[in-house]
T-cell receptor, first 113, second 114 residues
């Protein structure tokens, strides 16, 4: 029973264009959401997060949008760069409970020069 | 480098052998997590510690898996009588243990069971 779903295993984008990575969750108790980026043979690194009290958080080229009613969030990367090519994981936690992050399966982003 | 350190990076073992992995968290972090990742999947939570107390271990995959954090600093994850299905990347992460947690991951230990 996947509580965090990333339904697109892969995404291919041209350099300079926008990359949009999507994530859905089923647990209504989740109130804190994170995106991690992972290169091969390395551990995931934190990218950006958002609390459920917000619907948008921006950090440079990265913006995360949260739609609580739809239980959906998305990560926008603008403009995309070849160095952004990696696997992106969405994670969610219940800060009123154990706040252990639950991860999705990831989306592999390839940015072509 | 004061990030999360995991050793060894790679471990190849024969089925039935015991293996132990070590994790050194960021020094001021109270929480330490173990996750497992298999190909095509996201990190799967196994267990975590708040200082030296193991607060959640029901998600350990079987009784062959155990973890310790004896002095609230480094941690070890042991797998006894390894099976081929144990082959995976074992990730350790640490955090401050506060509201709105951000986990900092190590580079992982890649286990191959032959």
């Amino acid at each position: 029973d996947q509580q965090v779903k990333q339904n697109s295993p892969s995404l291919s984008v041209q350099e300079g264009r926008i990359s949009i990575l999507n994530c859905d969750y089923t647990n209504s108790m989740f109130d804190y959401f994170l995106w991690y980026k992972k290169y091969p043979a390395e551990g995931p690194t934190f990218l950006i997060s958002i609390s459920s009290i917000k619907d948008k958080n921006e950090d440079g080229r990265f913006t995360v949008f949260l739609n609580k009613s739809a239980k959906h969030l998305s990560l926008h990367i603008v403009p995309s760069q070849p160095g952004d090519s990696a696997v992106y994981f969405c994670a969610a936690s219940d800060t009123g409970g154990s706040y252990i992050p639950t991860f999705g399966r990831g989306t592999s982003l390839i940015v072509h020069p | 480098d004061t990030g999360v350190s995991q050793n060894p990076r790679h471990k190849i073992t024969k089925r039935g052998q015991n293996v132990t992995f070590r994790c050194d968290p960021i020094s001021e972090h109270n929480r330490l997590y173990w996750y497992r990742q298999t190909l095509g999947q996201g990190p799967e939570f196994l267990t975590y510690f708040q200082n030296e107390a193991q607060l959640e271990k029901s998600r350990l995959l079987s009784d062959r898996f155990s973890a310790e954090r004896p002095k609230g600093s480094f941690s070890t994850l042991e797998i006894q009588r390894t099976e081929q299905g144990d082959s995976a990347m074992y990730l350790c992460a640490s955090s401050e243990g506060r509201f709105n947690e951000k986990l900092f991951f190590g580079s992982g230990t890649q286990l191959s069971v032959l």
